[in-house]
């Protein structure tokens, strides 16, 4: 007998007895409460059946508890799992020079460079549906993000330091901090929405020491239960994932 149809068996004879219990406690109330030879027998008979349904739906109660402490403790450690695999999925320098294609001549390198960006971006949109993935590379100098590769399209072909937002984005992109923000207007959308019903999550996109650009997800919120920031902390997490896949593989030449 298998562990799964055992704990059938267990919880249907549980259940079945407190029901029976409790029928036969029922009937010995309404006997013990009439005069007779057998009074006193339909009362202990009541008071035994009453402790016995009591115990067998005690016992299933504290079962149900301990089946739902085992059921939390597994989802802990699946998302346990899951963290560890997410920080153990960025690529190693041999994996990088493989994205990278390093070992290619240089200008199949900068075709093969730039197909996997799109890739990248084609991934970051599949993080949450109905998501877009873009890739901004910045210049330092001009102070200038300029649109390297997005899925779907329409996103703004570059941000200058005039912008309202670019002041954010130099933020993040100089500090290496994160950003989640919901129900706003997507800065990056070439044409703003009507309505500020959106999500943005920006990272930064480092190259050893050099920080070359951001790495966008942004999209509509969505319509059951949106969370404040916007996308989840599970979303961030896998958007820096695609920027330290991204930056491996443009730092591998």
Known sequence: MSTETGERLLNLTLGVATLFFTAVAFAASIFGGREGEHQQQWIIAGVVASAVAVYAGNSERVRLSAYRARMQRSALQAQRNYESLIANLAPSTAQAAVLGDRTLPAPEQSVRRGRFDQSVVVGVS??????????????????????VSQWPSSALPEITSGDAVYPLLELIVKGGST?????????????????????????????????????????????????????????????????????ATLGAG
Do not use: C, H
């Not at 599949?126 to 649109?147: A, C, H, K, P, Q």
């Not at 800065?187 to 990272?203: C, G, I, L």
């Open 126 to 147: 599949e993080i949450s549906e109905g998501s877009r993935g873009v890739f901004y590379s910045w210049n330092s100098t001009t102070r200038i993000f300029t649109l």
């Open 179 to 247: 950003l989640r923000m919901g129900d706003i207007a997507s800065p990056f959308d070439r044409t703003p929405p009507p309505v500020a019903d959106e999500r943005v999550a920006v990272v930064q996109v480092k190259v050893n020491a050099t920080a070359i650009g951001i790495l966008v997800l942004d999209g509509k919120m969505p319509k059951s239960a949106p969370p404040p920031d916007g996308f989840s902390a599970r979303d961030l997490r896998e958007l820096l994932l695609y920027a330290d896949m991204l930056a």
